[in-house]
């Protein structure tokens, strides 16, 4: 497995030094996979302290949402690599489908001892997979926070030209022979176009950020293979499917120039579901938690108030 070596040069003029002291790693083994996952303690503990799950996006992994995690310093958030991406191996028992991802939840959540006051938060693909496990198992977790959440068919609509050609890629590159398929897939040419595309801040530092963000964390997955399955389920599943069946409170919280998560499929998705509160965060696209962590945390805490465990 590839995993980024260390952490990019300018990651602490966007995430304070105070967020290591809260932070502690562990690692658990779940049906025959070894699983990491980080644990970032509140600074201290509060009546409102509440233990956050995180599901991150699709190629991303638990360094994503460590701006989020960096600003919710009274809260308890809880991050593994999923399967196949980041410092976790892939599944052995089953493909990298969004059913087996929420099976995963499941299996996590029981081995740390996680109870049904826990918040759930998604991230991109992670709200489809959060979305899907909180509408087959609607006691498990309260409430449900999702980001960027994917909330119409992938292949349908204005962007479903490029995801066609997105599957494409993917398809070719774990057909490939192995060295070729790797190098088209971790292409640092690749992985700085769609960086650019998804950037929306002007901020030039910021932007070095992210863009060293993706290189140093994109092309971690475990195998062409389990990457080919994960991405097949991104853009199979979404979160609207399951609106109907989720009972518990959702927070939606959406960009205003979001390429992949259209603004009015996250208007759509809230009209479907029978408690829902939706924020939108001006000027950003996909990358709500690397451009805008400051109104995400901020509406996120609000929410958790106005829903206590």
Partial sequence: MKTAASEPATAPTFISSGLA?????????????????????????TPETRTVLVIHGFRGDHHGLLRVADLLPEMRLIMPDLPGFGDSAAFTDAGH????????????MAALGLGPDTVLLGHSFGSIVAAHFAAAHPDAVRPLVLVNPIAAPALEGPKGVMTRLAVLYYRLAARLPRPLGLA?????????????????TKDKDLLRFIHGQHHAYFSA??????????????????????????????????????EIALLRDQQHLASLLQDATLEVIPDVGHLIHYETPGPAAEYIRRFLKDHPA
């Fill in 21 to 45: 002291a809260r932070t502690r790693a562990g690692t658990v083994q779940l049906a025959g996979s070894n699983v990491a996952y980080w644990v970032y303690e509140p600074e201290r503990t």
């Fill in 97 to 108: 489908s969004v059913e087996r991802y929420g099976r995963f939840i499941s299996e996590f």
């Fill in 184 to 200: 088209l897939l971790r292409s640092p040419l690749i992985v700085r176009v769609m960086s650019i595309a998804m950037a929306k």
């Fill in 221 to 258: 997955f475990a195998s062409r293979e389990s990457l080919l399955e994960s991405f097949t389920a991104s853009v199979s599943s979404n979160v609207a499917e399951v609106a109907p069946r989720l009972t518990l409170p959702v927070l939606l919280v959406a960009g205003e120039k979001d």
